[in-house]
């Protein structure tokens, strides 16, 4: 396992929740603020998530910081058996 790799899994962990609550990359970094830009850094794994930043994430998509983890843990599991879970 990669950090790319585990960056990316809670990127999309994360965008599956921001679809999920019908929010726009906007609308999400409006609520936590930052740009819409940090957020899609995020969401593609280009950025790393601080802890911090995680929490605040969270309560910005009404969910607990560890969904947000098992969801990535989940993806990540799925990608090394070759399995997508794409949004």
Same mark, same amino acid.
């Given at each position: 396992?990669t950090?790319?790799?585990e +960056?990316?899994c809670l990127? $999309? $962990?994360?965008? @599956?929740?921001?679809l999920?609550?019908?929010q726009?990359?906007?609308?999400?970094?409006? %609520?936590? =603020?930052m %740009? #819409?830009? =940090?957020? =899609?850094k #995020?969401e593609?794994g280009a950025?790393?998530?601080?802890? %911090?930043?995680?929490l605040?994430l969270? @309560?910005g998509?009404?969910c607990?910081?560890?969904?947000?983890? $098992? +969801?990535?843990?989940?993806?990540? %599991? +799925?990608?090394q058996?070759g399995i997508s879970?794409? $949004?």
């Amino acid at each position: 396992m990669t950090k790319k790799l585990e +960056d990316e899994c809670l990127g $999309a $962990a994360i965008r @599956k929740r921001r679809l999920a609550a019908k929010q726009t990359q906007e609308q999400l970094g409006s %609520s936590v =603020q930052m %740009s #819409y830009q =940090q957020i =899609q850094k #995020y969401e593609t794994g280009a950025n790393r998530v601080a802890f %911090s930043t995680l929490l605040g994430l969270a @309560k910005g998509l009404h969910c607990r910081a560890a969904e947000l983890i $098992a +969801d990535a843990e989940g993806e990540i %599991s +799925d990608r090394q058996r070759g399995i997508s879970r794409a $949004a």
